[in-house]
């Protein structure tokens, strides 16, 4: 009697092996290349993932964040929270509304932005945990 795979480890192998076909997990090296990743990674957020599909996002995630880090963080300088959020939306090339759907407030975004609020313990968190960023960044 011929053996069968289990169907989630199956699931897994397929999903991942599929997404590494539309985009392989290797360093990104160029401005075209991380664009093309951003959008892959877009794609699935928010998805409901099986397991393979999940740890290929995360190490998508990672490769990107290592681009951005490498390439689009300003090294060394004395940024301001607001200055900090500006360029994270810049290099990810997020608007208001992008960041506002991660911390659960559009208009604190924008208050915040303009100088007329601070942000919550809650949204620096969410920023951080998004981000990969030390939430000092935003104090």
């Known amino acids: 009697m011929p053996t069968k795979s289990p169907p ?11 997404l590494v ?4 997990l290797r360093p990104i090296r160029d401005d075209a290349e991380h664009e093309r990743a951003v959008e892959v990674v877009g794609g699935l957020i928010g998805r409901k993932l099986d397991q393979g599909a999940s ?4 190490t998508l995630v990672l490769l990107v964040n290592k681009y951005e880090d490498e390439r ?3 090294g ?6 607001r200055d900090a959020l500006r360029a994270i939306m810049a290099a990810n090339n997020l608007t208001q509304a992008d960041v506002g759907n991660v911390i659960g407030s559009e ?5 915040f932005l303009s100088g007329r609020r601070a942000l919550s313990k809650s949204h620096i968190r969410k ?10 960044l935003f104090l």
């Open 8 to 18: 989630r480890r199956r699931a897994k192998a397929d999903s991942y092996a599929g």
């Open 21 to 24: 076909r539309r985009f392989p």
């Open 55 to 58: 740890d290929y996002l995360d």
């Open 72 to 74: 689009h963080t300003p």
């Open 76 to 81: 060394g300088l004395d940024l301001s929270p």
């Open 107 to 111: 208009s604190a975004v924008s208050m």
């Open 127 to 136: 920023l951080a945990e998004r981000f990969r960023v030390d939430a000092g």
